[in-house]
């Protein structure tokens, strides 16, 4: 440790721990032998045979510290040490855990507020007992899927097939009018590659492979609904949970809680635009490490924008919200003239209350998803969270921004895309000159930034 982190400053550490009898104590032996008092410890099972844990340590002298760290290295059953620290006005002293690689996912499979077969008292197939036994055995699927595997195929009944088409025939009437050009473009490349249209329920195997083909999110199967954390930090890997069963046949244009209808038909099209894609993408960032308070805030921002946005299109206001695009009743009365609208400010939407059993008194509407995209990037500036993260695409982990090498690693990568760019409008017939000395100068702007900051910041705290 360097000089800046002192005996008031709070610190964290992630490690990663082979799972064998006894190790755990042999860990804490190692603090113990420091004479160091751990604060909290969180864990939450890595991947196969092995866990990552989360520890919030006591303030202590920097030299305690670096023993400690030092220790736990030599320890044969732990890798991954990576130290935190909080700097000392900091509001928020401790970062829950958060998924880092993608096979962390696996471990919200079981951890949903509520199950597909667990239906309310109110729910159109309460009674009916062979639809909760079928609903049971979708999502028993869901329960064992894990990272890697193929995602399951539903082998649909006539039924099944016949309350999607009717699903599908309602509301593809009102497309072209209330839904957003982005929408409309997207959905009859789904027609063409993942057949949708009235006769079938789509597969989510070949949604996924075409989001992954469009801007890189994948689906993976659910049991149910998630915590607001859990499911909006499977976004910042750019992936989406999404049930496969389906509403009820009694009541084919009204569900109580997300079906597939929902989350093919409402969500899965906007996935496919990239600015929608990134938007998504940047509240998944924001939420990793966030606070109870932030992770509340994000999840009414997520409510009135992919679930309940509407949007500037020329002179016209669109609907692009998935909870919206997948209610043919709700579609229409939100561009009508009985709700209010008003312009998406992220600090005012984070804290706006909504019902959720009622159609929106309120809709929030964004100038555009790439303009929408910097407001939510600039509002989780605000965060307290510590540290900065990135997505790693071709590794599928979370990258934490807190050394040097990583910084710098991160501050080549963004040169050399900023040199491809410079090559590309060089090519380019009729490029702005003006937009060759932009990129010029950007290049030469975010290299020297970032590198002075992995140099004259995170160096005397991460000393190698």
Not at 115 to 129: K, R, V
Not at 154 to 172: A, C, I, N, Q
Not at 180 to 198: D, I, K, M, S
């Amino acid at each position: 440790m360097g000089a800046s982190a002192d005996a008031t400053t709070p610190i964290s550490l992630l490690f990663s721990v082979v799972d064998r009898p006894g190790v755990l104590e042999g860990v804490l032996a190692r603090f113990r032998a420091c004479d160091i008092n751990l604060v909290s410890i969180e864990s939450r099972p890595g991947k196969e045979g092995v866990y990552d844990f989360f520890v919030d340590l006591e303030p202590v002298a920097p030299n305690r510290i670096e023993q400690a760290v030092q220790m736990l290295r030599s320890h044969d059953a732990v890798t991954d040490v990576k130290t935190l620290t909080h700097e000392a006005n900091t509001a928020t002293t401790s970062v829950p855990w958060f998924p880092r690689k993608i096979r962390d996912l696996d471990t919200f499979a079981e951890k949903v507020l509520s199950y597909g077969e667990d239906l309310d008292a109110d729910h159109p197939g309460f009674t009916d007992a062979a639809y909760r036994e079928r609903r049971a055995h979708i999502t028993e699927n869901a329960r064992r899927y894990r990272t890697g595997m193929p995602l399951p195929h539903v082998e649909y009944t006539p039924e099944e097939h016949k309350t999607w088409g009717m699903v599908w025939k309602e509301l593809s009437q009102l497309y072209p009018t209330h839904a957003c050009r982005e929408y409309n473009y997207v959905l009859p490349l789904l027609v063409q590659n993942c057949h949708f249209g009235p006769d079938r329920v789509p597969q989510i195997a070949d949604v996924s492979s075409f989001l992954r083909d469009c801007t890189g999110w994948t689906l993976r199967p659910v049991m149910g609904l998630l915590s607001s954390r859990d499911f909006l930090n499977a976004f910042a890997f750019r992936v989406f949970h999404s049930t496969q069963y389906i509403r009820h046949a009694s009541s084919p244009l009204y569900t109580p809680e997300p079906d597939c209808c929902h989350e093919l038909l409402g969500h899965i099209p906007l996935f496919a635009d990239p600015d929608f894609a990134d938007f998504s993408h940047e509240i998944g960032l924001a939420s990793l490490g966030a606070s109870d308070e932030e992770i509340e805030r994000l999840a009414t921002i997520y409510w009135f924008t992919v679930e309940f946005g509407l949007c500037k299109q020329g002179t016209e206001v669109r609907a692009y919200g998935a909870g919206l695009l997948s209610s043919f009743g709700e579609l229409s009365y939100a561009l009508s003239d009985k709700p209010q609208r008003v312009p998406f400010e992220p600090s005012k939407t984070a804290v706006t209350a909504y019902p959720i059993t009622e159609y929106q008194p309120l809709y929030y509407v964004a100038e555009s998803f790439h303009h929408m995209k910097e407001q939510v990037r600039e509002y989780a500036r605000t965060f307290q969270r510590p540290f900065a993260v990135r997505y790693n695409a071709l590794s599928q982990n979370i990258e934490i921004l807190d050394n040097r090498d990583v910084l710098l690693r991160y501050a080549n990568g963004i040169r050399g895309d900023l040199m491809n760019l410079i090559a590309a409008l060089g090519k380019t017939p009729h490029s702005d000159p003006a937009d060759l000395l932009a990129a010029h100068r950007a290049t030469a702007t975010e290299t020297t930034a970032t590198g002075t900051a992995a140099a004259t910041e995170t160096e005397p705290t991460h000393r190698r």
